[in-house]
């Protein structure tokens, strides 16, 4: 009985120190992970409403918070995420490792070259620059933009494929521009990348030679004019000019303000 009793107690003591701990342990997990769950609702990547089982569960959420460390290191702050969230929800989500996204940043600080804070900026006004194969997109965009005159890069235009980029050049050459001047055009104006051949591009050039009577060589001196809306500038200040039997240079009829244009042509 002796043996027995002194044999039980060290047995109890140990399963109540391993059972504590144990229990310890599981109420710092369960705390960490409400508390996380709060955070990323604060953030927005997990939405107010989500319950039961549409909860991410705890190894979700710890993969979550690595991708939120890592954009951390990278000069992102809380204020930036519901941004990231709402135009690249895919960023946060398991199918996504930071070790896919450090590409880009690597790309963009030596290749671009951009400091910490510019990058941050490209990232914030194009996060989908986050999911650009860096051979098969931004380094041939960079390079043609380079080609191009461009020194410093859109986000938007950096995350737009080459070929894109090269049938704007191409359909200036239709119009009559050399590829050298067309190449100095969108240099000036590199809006011109993103705007639609068909719907925009093409009806203001057959404005300007059918209606307005104005030739190439003018175009060429000011290619910002496709910069400019059909509809809200360049037929109003054509036809207020036409209706007064005044011609005057491209440029000057587009770049004066409306208060400006309309009091000198009165």
Request: hydrophobic share 40%; charged share 25%.
């Amino acid at each position: 009985m002796l043996l027995h009793h002194s044999l039980h107690i060290p047995i109890a003591s140990s399963y109540s120190h391993s059972y504590k701990s144990n229990r310890s342990g599981y109420i710092k997990f369960r705390t960490r992970y409400r508390e996380n769950l709060r955070y990323l609702r604060a953030l927005t990547i997990i939405e107010t409403k989500t319950k039961g089982e549409e909860v991410p569960l705890p190894n979700e959420v710890e993969h979550i918070i690595r991708t939120l460390s890592f954009l951390k290191s990278h000069s992102f702050s809380d204020g930036d995420i519901p941004r990231l969230k709402y135009l690249t929800p895919e960023l946060f989500s398991t199918a996504v490792s930071p070790s896919d996204v450090e590409p880009v940043f690597r790309f963009l600080g030596d290749e671009l070259p951009a400091t910490a804070s510019e990058r941050h900026a490209l990232i914030l006004r194009c996060p989908k620059l986050l999911f650009s194969d860096v051979d098969l997109c931004l380094r041939p965009t960079l390079e043609f933009l380079r080609q191009v005159g461009m020194k410093r890069c859109n986000a938007h235009l950096l995350n737009t494929r080459v070929e894109k980029l090269v049938a704007k050049v191409e359909f200036l050459q239709e119009l009559g521009f050399s590829y050298e001047e067309a190449l100095r055009a969108c240099a000036r104006l590199p809006a011109i990348f993103g705007y639609d051949v068909r719907n925009n591009l093409w009806p203001k050039f057959m404005f300007l030679v059918k209606e307005m009577e104005r030739d190439l060589d003018e175009l060429k001196r000011f290619p910002q004019y496709f910069g400019f809306s059909l509809k809200d500038r360049i037929v109003p200040r054509h036809l207020h000019l036409k209706e007064r039997s005044v011609r005057i240079p491209l440029n000057t009829m587009l770049m004066f303000s409306d208060h400006k244009f309309y009091a000198k042509w009165i």
